[in-house]
């Protein structure tokens, strides 16, 4: 079964930006979707955004519509997150997750942290 390997994470003020990216690695990987996830200390995991592999079809959560961009490349199994105009509030664990059957996210990566400071 695939792995899926993040990066990208780290500390940045309010206002700048970050690009996180995740990897799928392993043989003959037939990915559907994949998609950004976050968890808050003491918060739910929330979904931030999604990605269909071979249309390129996205969907957002509200609070990040116009400040974050998701995008592939599908030669690599990449997926990236390009995150601008942060807030405190997007501080939070972010995992990858991916839909390698078709019938919801089953793979996910281990997370890597954004800190956003006021």
């Known amino acids: 079964q695939v792995q899926l390997v993040e990066s990208g994470g780290g500390l940045v003020q309010a206002g700048g930006s970050l690009r996180l990216s995740c990897a799928a690695s392993?043989?003959?990987?037939?990915?559907?979707?994949m998609a950004w996830f976050r968890q808050a200390p003491g918060k739910e995991r929330e979904f931030v955004t999604t990605i269909r592999w071979s249309g390129g079809n996205t969907v957002y959560k509200d609070s990040v519509k116009g400040r974050f961009t998701i995008s592939r490349d599908n030669a690599k199994n990449t997926v990236y997150l390009q995150m601008n105009s942060l807030k405190p509030e997007d501080t939070a664990v972010y995992y990858c997750a991916a839909d390698t059957h078709g019938g919801g996210y089953n793979v996910w990566g281990q997370g890597t942290q954004v800190t956003v400071s006021s």
């Open positions: 392993g043989r003959a990987v037939n990915i559907y979707a």
